[in-house]
């Protein structure tokens, strides 16, 4: 009896198949360059979102913290003249750490041991938790749950008979609020709300009492004169009153003060008849159009700082410590305080969504891909279509069904690659002049190059993925294609 000897199949290597999917793409240029400019399209949408997102959020950072050395001394300023409201307290000392100074002052001002202000710093945290959950409510949900109740008195209104049922019928009815903790939880501490306000209002009587010892020593200053010698006597008799006011501290705080002191200087000198008539003239305007931003644009270039100083001393306007280049410094700063305030108005909430980039922005972002998916698979789908011929041929030849598949995949991947490529970085340049439109010079140092460079290649290995998974359907269509039913319909 004759043996028929069955040989293993020859496949195609991984380099051949390469090859052949290469010649396949030039072959068909038109159809594989309207592929990548989908995944092109799909990708930069990705990354402009995500790219401004991050910019965003760094220029935001790097505002905040300018924005907090620049109020140093104004914040301190309103320390040492008013004890706050309960609320400021809450929300101030909630956000403290057992170790910061604000924590550490509470604790002496208000004469508590380490074991009671431990109690009170959890119980405050947990106020100030609800009380940011008030406050972001809209003014409709805030209503329907506490009435006309603002603030700390939210927590003494639902103390009152029949208040937490109707608070709790109204939460029940917004499915979508989420409320921090549970309702037990709220209930146990409205129950103890008495006790908790008597803890903070013995809190902001101690600040009180240290204002009326630091007021003993201003003289009649301003406190924003006094701080200027924060670093000296007055420093000391801050701290003497029970204020966590540090050496390092202390230093930023006197040179903000005194950089008050003199913008006061300035801005007040403006409002001199002579001074403003004869800046008027400088500028040929009217003098009731000259105002105190109108001052700090002109003061700007060393020659205006040096012309207007001189006509103060002309008018004999105190100019102590006030020289030309300090003018000018002053006069940057006050144009960076305006951009950086601006670029706070501008951020908006980055809370939600992927990355901070908004709920919505995130829906956007998963339709552009799928519909990335689904042009891709459309055109890889149109590719089988035109390459019946080429897929029999190359069947009758014994190509495998795996090899098949694989030439399809990897014509989508190269294709994804490129398409990537060219997304990430159009989508970071476009991200890029967007926000030096929003934010101008003040994007340049925040630039978070390492994260836009990390989040450019992820977009390209997403484009590459969405490519490869369109081309799964097409690819599997491709590889079960009869040779004989191919040639027919070609």
Same mark, same amino acid.
């Given at each position: 009896?004759?043996?028929?000897?069955?040989?293993?199949?020859?496949?195609?290597?991984?380099?051949?198949?390469?090859?052949? #999917?290469?010649?396949?793409?030039?072959?068909?240029?038109?159809?594989?360059?309207?592929?990548?400019?989908?995944?092109?399209?799909?990708?930069?949408?990705?990354?402009?979102? $995500?790219?401004?997102?991050?910019?965003?959020?760094?220029?935001?950072?790097?505002?905040?913290?300018?924005?907090?050395?620049?109020?140093?001394?104004?914040?301190?300023? /309103? +320390?040492?003249?008013?004890?706050?409201?309960? %609320?400021?307290?809450?929300?101030?000392?909630?956000?403290?750490?057992?170790?910061?100074?604000?924590?550490? !002052?509470?604790?002496?001002?208000?004469?508590?041991?380490?074991?009671?202000?431990?109690?009170?710093? %959890?119980?405050?945290?947990?106020?100030?938790?609800?009380?940011?959950?008030?406050?972001?409510?809209?003014?409709?949900?805030?209503? =329907?749950?506490?009435?006309?109740?603002?603030?700390?008195?939210?927590?003494?209104? @639902? +103390?009152?008979?029949?208040?937490?049922?109707?608070?709790?019928?109204?939460?029940?009815?917004?499915?979508?609020?989420?409320?921090?903790?549970?309702?037990?939880?709220?209930?146990?501490?409205?129950?103890?709300?008495?006790?908790?306000?008597?803890?903070?209002?013995?809190?902001?009587?101690?600040? +009180?009492?240290?204002?009326?010892?630091?007021?003993?020593? @201003?003289?009649?200053?301003?406190?924003?004169?006094?701080?200027?010698?924060?670093?000296?006597?007055?420093?000391?008799?801050?701290?003497?009153?029970?204020?966590?006011?540090?050496?390092? !501290?202390?230093?930023?705080?006197?040179?903000?003060?005194?950089?008050?002191?003199?913008?006061?200087?300035?801005?007040?000198?403006?409002?001199?008849?002579?001074?403003?008539?004869?800046?008027?003239?400088?500028?040929?305007?009217?003098? /009731?159009?000259?105002?105190?931003? #109108?001052?700090?644009?002109?003061?700007?270039?060393?020659?205006?700082?040096?012309?207007?100083?001189?006509?103060?001393?002309?008018?004999?306007?105190?100019?102590?410590?006030?020289?030309?280049?300090?003018?000018?410094?002053?006069?940057?700063?006050?144009?960076?305080?305006?951009?950086?305030?601006?670029?706070?108005?501008?951020?908006?909430?980055?809370?939600?969504?992927?990355?901070?980039?908004?709920?919505?922005?995130?829906?956007?972002? &998963?339709?552009?891909?799928?519909?990335? $998916?689904?042009?891709?698979?459309?055109?890889? &789908?149109?590719?089988?279509?035109?390459?019946?011929?080429?897929?029999?041929?190359?069947?009758? &030849?014994?190509?495998?069904?795996?090899?098949?598949?694989?030439? *399809?995949?990897?014509?989508?991947?190269?294709?994804?690659?490129?398409?990537?490529?060219?997304?990430?970085?159009?989508?970071?340049?476009?991200?890029?002049?967007?926000?030096?439109?929003?934010?101008?010079?003040?994007? *340049?140092?925040?630039?978070?190059?390492?994260?836009?460079?990390?989040?450019?290649?992820?977009?390209?290995?997403?484009?590459?993925?969405?490519?490869?998974?369109?081309?799964?359907?097409?690819?599997?269509?491709?590889?079960? @294609?009869?040779?004989?039913?191919?040639? =027919?319909?070609?």
């Amino acid at each position: 009896m004759k043996v028929i000897d069955i040989q293993q199949q020859p496949t195609m290597g991984f380099s051949r198949t390469l090859s052949i #999917t290469i010649i396949g793409i030039r072959y068909r240029l038109f159809r594989s360059l309207v592929t990548v400019v989908v995944i092109a399209v799909a990708v930069a949408f990705l990354m402009n979102i $995500v790219g401004e997102s991050l910019i965003r959020k760094s220029v935001l950072e790097n505002s905040a913290d300018r924005l907090r050395e620049l109020r140093h001394a104004a914040v301190w300023a /309103a +320390r040492l003249s008013v004890p706050g409201t309960a %609320e400021d307290i809450i929300l101030n000392l909630g956000k403290a750490e057992p170790d910061s100074p604000l924590y550490q !002052e509470s604790q002496v001002l208000a004469g508590f041991d380490p074991g009671e202000m431990q109690a009170v710093h %959890e119980q405050v945290c947990r106020a100030a938790e609800y009380l940011t959950f008030f406050g972001e409510l809209d003014y409709g949900r805030r209503r =329907r749950m506490v009435a006309g109740a603002e603030g700390s008195d939210i927590f003494r209104s @639902l +103390r009152e008979t029949g208040r937490m049922e109707r608070f709790e019928d109204a939460l029940a009815g917004m499915k979508s609020v989420r409320f921090p903790g549970t309702i037990e939880q709220f209930r146990d501490f409205v129950g103890q709300w008495p006790e908790i306000e008597g803890r903070v209002q013995r809190i902001r009587e101690g600040r +009180r009492q240290a204002i009326r010892q630091v007021r003993e020593v @201003l003289d009649g200053r301003p406190v924003v004169d006094a701080l200027t010698d924060a670093t000296g006597q007055f420093g000391q008799a801050v701290r003497a009153a029970g204020f966590r006011l540090g050496e390092d !501290e202390a230093g930023a705080v006197a040179r903000e003060a005194r950089r008050m002191v003199d913008v006061r200087i300035l801005e007040d000198s403006v409002n001199k008849p002579a001074i403003r008539k004869a800046l008027s003239s400088r500028l040929d305007v009217l003098p /009731a159009d000259v105002t105190v931003q #109108t001052l700090w644009d002109f003061v700007g270039s060393r020659e205006n700082a040096e012309w207007y100083l001189a006509k103060m001393r002309e008018g004999e306007l105190d100019t102590a410590g006030l020289t030309v280049e300090r003018t000018v410094e002053l006069a940057g700063v006050d144009a960076e305080f305006a951009s950086l305030v601006r670029a706070e108005h501008l951020g908006g909430d980055l809370s939600g969504g992927f990355l901070g980039v908004g709920e919505r922005m995130t829906w956007l972002m &998963l339709v552009s891909m799928l519909v990335c $998916v689904v042009g891709i698979a459309n055109a890889m &789908l149109m590719s089988v279509t035109e390459r019946f011929r080429e897929i029999a041929t190359l069947k009758c &030849l014994g190509a495998l069904d795996g090899s098949i598949m694989l030439m *399809f995949v990897l014509e989508a991947a190269l294709l994804g690659v490129v398409g990537g490529v060219m997304g990430a970085v159009g989508g970071v340049l476009i991200a890029l002049g967007r926000m030096i439109g929003s934010f101008g010079s003040l994007m *340049f140092g925040a630039t978070p190059a390492g994260d836009l460079t990390a989040a450019a290649i992820a977009a390209t290995v997403v484009g590459v993925v969405l490519a490869a998974v369109a081309a799964v359907y097409p690819s599997f269509k491709a590889a079960r @294609l009869a040779p004989m039913e191919a040639m =027919r319909i070609e």
